[in-house]
């Protein structure tokens, strides 16, 4: 039976990534393939600015206006 590949995600300081795998359940002994993003604290952008800046929205300046003011409903409280 091959073995199953998992993915995880990490946010850790580079001194931790050890701890921090074995805190996740995998072994100490485990081969594993890293991929490193160096996050620069300075530049520390919630996801949507980051996703913005990095130009993931561009598409939608080519998208039509299909939703007005006039489609808005207010909900009765």
Same mark, same amino acid.
């Given at each position: 039976?091959?073995?199953a590949?998992?993915?995880?995600?990490? *946010?850790? *300081? !580079? &001194?931790?990534? %050890?701890?921090?795998?074995?805190?996740? #359940?995998? !072994? !100490? &002994?485990?081969? /594993?393939? /890293?991929?490193? *993003?160096?996050?620069? =604290?300075?530049e520390?952008? $919630?996801?949507?600015?980051?996703?913005?800046? &990095? #130009?993931?929205?561009?598409?939608?300046? @080519?998208? $039509?206006?299909i939703?007005?003011? %006039?489609?808005?409903? =207010?909900? !009765? @409280?």
């Amino acid at each position: 039976m091959a073995n199953a590949m998992r993915t995880i995600a990490l *946010e850790a *300081e !580079a &001194g931790q990534v %050890s701890t921090e795998l074995v805190r996740r #359940g995998i !072994a !100490a &002994g485990t081969r /594993v393939h /890293v991929l490193v *993003e160096v996050v620069d =604290q300075a530049e520390n952008l $919630p996801m949507a600015s980051l996703a913005q800046a &990095g #130009g993931a929205f561009d598409w939608l300046s @080519e998208e $039509p206006d299909i939703y007005t003011d %006039s489609d808005l409903v =207010q909900r !009765a @409280e």
